[in-house]
């Protein structure tokens, strides 16, 4: 899956078309918002298009032009909020922050005065989106599709949870008498005892080095008990 903002073209249909879902893997269109802007970064919005949001993605298409439209992965958005205060953007829209891969390096994220072909979208890290021709209605009506579209962000959000990594697997120095057993009959290759069975010290995943120092622990236990024993021997001879 990709990472961070993307070009998306893939369109269907005539005028401006309707993007193309990935349908065979479950995504299905939630939300079709007419007449928003995009704001890439730090640059200057694009014309107004229309916004699509799917269970999997947010598209946003150019209703002028058909080779212009981005996509960002919900797994790829790390925030998203209601931006209402005019000193953060001049309208109401929806602020989201996108995960690159290369968040732990500085991100030059263009000015007003590139084009957009020069900016590198991998590395673009804010998105607005603004709902457009507020000129039309009342700033109150905006507020509220800015909130609707919040409520489906989240919704959205909630099926596309982030992944759960496997944390490697550890030594496991609890054995269970199941497991001394197998390893008498060789059922359970995967862990290697000493000669003594009756010994519960182990080691798995061909820990050698560390089974080696047991065992010269072992035999040093061993030689200081022979010694014991002698002396005992030779106090009783002297009695």
Aim: charged letters at 30%.
């Amino acid at each position: 899956m990709a990472v961070g903002l993307r070009q998306f073209t893939q369109r269907t249909g005539d005028g401006a078309g309707e993007p193309i879902l990935d349908t065979e893997n479950g995504e299905e269109l939630i939300r079709v918002q007419p007449s928003v802007s995009i704001v890439v970064g730090t640059r200057a919005p694009e014309s107004p298009g229309t916004l699509y949001i799917t269970s999997k993605q947010v598209v946003w298409l150019s209703d002028v032009d058909r080779a212009k439209g981005y996509a960002v992965d919900f797994l790829s958005l790390s925030l998203h909020a209601v931006s209402r205060d005019p000193e953060a953007y001049p309208s109401p829209c929806i602020y989201t922050q996108i995960e690159t891969e290369d968040d732990d390096e500085d991100v030059d994220e263009g000015s007003d005065n590139e084009s957009v072909e020069a900016l590198d979208l991998s590395k673009v890290t804010e998105m607005r989106l603004v709902p457009s021709d507020a000129s039309q209605y009342h700033r109150l009506h905006w507020c509220v599709v800015v909130d609707n579209l919040f409520e489906i962000f989240c919704e959205c959000a909630e099926l596309n949870p982030e992944p759960i990594e496997e944390e490697e697997e550890g030594h496991n120095w609890v054995f269970s008498a199941d497991q001394l057993e197998n390893e008498g009959t060789g059922e359970d290759p995967g862990w290697h005892f000493f000669q003594d069975p009756t010994n519960p010290i182990g080691h798995s995943n061909g820990d050698n080095d560390l089974a080696n120092n047991v065992l010269r622990l072992q035999i040093n236990d061993q030689r200081f008990e022979d010694a014991e024993e002698m002396e005992q021997e030779n106090e009783s001879d002297h009695q």
